[in-house]
Nanobody
């Protein structure tokens, strides 16, 4: 069982930055950030495995950076150049090995979510 607690969401204007954090009680094979906007399905944003290999959704490449601090069991998502379409509830997730890496069913543990709102 892995417990996940997100923090760092908030409201920002377009072009601004936010950093999300996720405190984990354990360290599975892979961790990721997902997001879900109202009326839309939950989608993968970025993932990182134990080796530090990262994968990003096309919509956030070059703007978001996922990282982890193993000593603190903490996952981060640095979000720069934010756009209104980035507005969503963001979830931290922990999962298993598999393909594709952002396949939602690979993730067994989820945080409660943190809201990110980007205004134009």
């Amino acid at each position: 069982q892995v417990q996940l607690v997100e923090s760092g969401g908030g409201s920002v204007q377009a072009g601004g930055s936010l950093r999300l954090s996720c405190a984990a009680s354990g360290w599975p094979y892979r961790m990721a950030w997902f997001r879900q906007a109202p009326g839309k399905e939950r989608e993968g944003v970025a993932t990182i495995d134990r080796a530090g290999t990262t994968i990003y959704a096309d919509s956030v490449k070059g703007r978001f950076t996922i990282s982890l601090e193993k000593a603190k069991y903490t996952l981060y998502l640095q979000m720069d150049s934010l756009k209104p379409e980035d507005t969503a509830m963001y979830y931290c997730a922990a999962g298993r090995s598999g393909w594709p890496p952002l396949y939602i069913r690979l993730y067994d543990y989820w945080g409660q979510g943190t809201q990110v709102t980007v205004s134009s």
